[in-house]
Nanobody, 118 residues
């Protein structure tokens, strides 16, 4: 079992920054594939950013150049640095972890709310 706990969400004005953290515990190691999803009210859940065990990053087009995903394997923590935030970034952000990029069970955190005011 893997447990994921997100933190760092909040209310910020447009143009501001937030850093989300996801603390992992349980049967997880540095080989896990990890990422962030988000879900805005009335919309489908969207994959925002991912990072492989060897540090390869990928982003949805709408956040490229503004968001940075990173991981600290020693601390078993995943981060999402969000800069130049826009009102359309408002959503609940979820951390995920999976044994490999394409296979295995996906573990989810409980989510953290990010609200960007205009």
């Amino acid at each position: 079992q893997v447990q994921l706990v997100e933190s760092g969400g909040g209310l910020v004005q447009a143009g501001g920054s937030l850093r989300l953290s996801c603390a992992a515990s349980g049967s997880i190691d540095s080989g896990y594939f990890m990422g962030w999803y988000r879900q805005a009210p009335g919309k489908q859940r969207e994959l925002v950013a991912t990072i492989t065990s060897d540090g390869i990053r990928d982003y949805v087009d709408s956040v490229k150049g503004r968001f940075t995903i990173s991981r600290d394997n020693a601390l078993r923590t995943l981060y999402l640095q969000m800069n130049s935030l826009k009102p359309e970034d408002t959503a609940v952000y979820y951390c995920i972890a999976r044994g490999s990029r394409f296979f295995g069970r996906t573990y989810w955190g409980q989510g953290t709310q990010v609200t960007v005011s205009a």
